[in-house]
């Protein structure tokens, strides 16, 4: 494609996402095609000539777009949002058009000191403590997603914990090691355990209280036996806003636990770290001062697109320690002078994206008042539908409402909200999912959509409420 038809071509596909995401709104939220349909339109083999590229561009709108789930539509209020926004967009595609693998500092500066200079930022808009800023012993870094985070941050606690004896002789070497989370948290901690070859028996899932946080008293109990049974507790994940039901385990009862017992201290905030950009919401981040390592998604509520995941460590030697190698082959003068960060040494894969210009162009854009105010809205969209819950005697709420996930159900049991959830789901209108909360089918209704308003929310309980009637 030569620079002029990728201009040509360019401008076409700006238009059409601009088409999109001015339209995305009237889309059925939930893709309706049966398994296969998709496959079913492909061409069995690929074209053995290229074809025009406008060719390509209609068969995404022909072929592919009833098979997608509008994730960026007002009305979609499952799992949790992943939000993007104009500047966002336009971010990544320039980091396209770029190219930037950004391995080492040496094979783009920008591309390293951007994302070290915006994490250093995040720090300061999210109150975070100073020990997790770059001019300390700790940093931050961009990781695909917060299951690497988790995995990462349990790679440097192994390594801590066993002062390099589980990289250096493997892990028959070590004590039993052993890893602590709510049972409440999310399933990438399990994952992370599985990967570092700790063994899911290694992991105690400690109970959670009456509002799903994490039980201090249940924590240091199982540390207890596990002691006097000869095993090595290293680890916790602590999650502030679970992804079942916005949960928050309490990180400042939990921290002098994990300090006292030698505990790396993990917190996971893969959605809710968001809100510690409001002064009013950092109390549910009480605590972070004895985190050894935190975690947020840009890619789930800060209008930032998929992928971008924020960890932030205390130490960075441990992190280090874990993960880095030197073959000959990147050995360079910059490396080797110690001045620069290499954030290859910071992540499982050696290759990584420029994700730091979107954040920085979405941080820019937007200010950090203006990011405040997207997420107040949501979280007083979300506490007014609680409230409209709360005044209907046919539905119930089923946990607290502390930011912007609404988990409720109707009272006549599981029949009835799985009717209710799939009807709504079928009938296109808007789109939401389900957990189980004390044994019963609960609904979830997350509000985190970059256009998401309130008429978009109010359609949605009147929606709930058509559906109320409707059952026998
Ligand atoms: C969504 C979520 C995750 C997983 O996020 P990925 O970035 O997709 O790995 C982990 N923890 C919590 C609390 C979440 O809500």
Not at 91 to 107: D, F, K, N, P, R
Request: charged share 20%.
């Amino acid at each position: 494609m030569n620079p002029e038809d990728f201009r040509h071509f360019g401008h076409t596909v700006v238009d059409w996402i601009a088409d999109y995401r001015a339209t995305v709104e009237s889309r059925p939220v939930l893709a309706r095609t049966p398994p296969g349909a998709i496959r079913a339109a492909l061409p069995p083999s690929p074209p053995d000539q290229g074809e025009p590229f406008a060719a390509i561009l209609a068969d995404l709108d022909r072929i592919l777009l009833p098979g997608i789930t509008h994730w960026q539509s007002p009305n979609f209020f499952a799992f949790f949002p992943s939000n993007t926004s104009g500047p966002s967009i336009l971010a990544e595609l320039l980091s396209a058009g770029l190219g930037v693998q950004g391995m080492l500092w040496a094979t783009s500066p920008a591309c390293t000191e951007l994302e070290t200079h915006v994490l250093d930022w995040l720090a300061h808009m999210l109150a975070l403590p100073d020990a997790f800023l770059s001019s300390t012993d700790g940093g931050g870094v961009i990781q695909d997603t917060a299951s690497s985070a988790a995995l990462c941050a349990l790679l440097a606690a192994r390594e801590r914990t066993t002062g390099g004896a589980s990289n250096e002789h493997g892990l028959a070497a070590c004590p039993p090691l052993v890893a602590y989370a709510s049972s409440q948290a999310h399933s990438s901690i399990e994952k992370a355990v599985k990967i570092a070859g700790l063994g899911r028996t290694h992991l105690r899932l400690v109970p959670a209280d009456a509002a799903f946080a994490l039980r201090p008293d249940a924590l240091l109990e199982l540390i207890q036996a596990d002691r006097a049974a000869g095993l090595q507790p290293f680890f916790l994940a602590a999650t502030v806003g679970t992804t079942s039901s916005n949960a928050m385990d309490p990180v400042a009862a939990l921290g002098p636990i994990a300090r006292d017992h030698g505990l790396w201290l993990h917190v996971d905030a893969a959605m809710s770290g968001t809100a510690a950009l409001c002064p009013e919401f950092r109390h549910f981040f009480a605590g972070l001062d004895f985190a050894d390592s935190f975690n947020f998604n840009p890619h789930k509520w800060m209008f930032t697109n998929f992928d971008c995941s924020c960890f932030w460590v205390r130490s960075r030697a441990a992190l280090i320690a874990a993960l880095s190698i030197l073959p000959e082959y990147l050995r360079n003068a910059a490396t080797a002078s110690g001045a620069v960060i290499d954030y290859r040494d910071w992540q499982i894969p050696l290759g990584r994206r420029f994700r730091a210009l979107k954040l920085w162009f979405v941080i820019r854009h937007y200010g950090v008042e203006g990011l405040r105010r997207e997420v107040r809205r949501h979280v007083a969209l979300a506490q007014e539908f609680a409230a409209w819950v709360r005044d209907d005697p046919r539905f119930e709420l089923a946990a607290p409402v502390p930011l912007n996930l609404v988990c409720f159900r109707h009272r006549a049991g599981d029949a009835a909200n799985q009717t209710i959830l799939d009807r709504l789901n079928a009938s296109g209108d808007l789109y939401l999912t389900h957990t189980r909360l004390d044994g019963k089918l609960t609904l979830r209704m997350c509000i985190g959509q970059a256009s998401t308003e309130r008429r978009h929310v109010a359609n949605a309980w009147r929606r709930f409420q058509q559906e109320a009637d409707a059952l026998v």
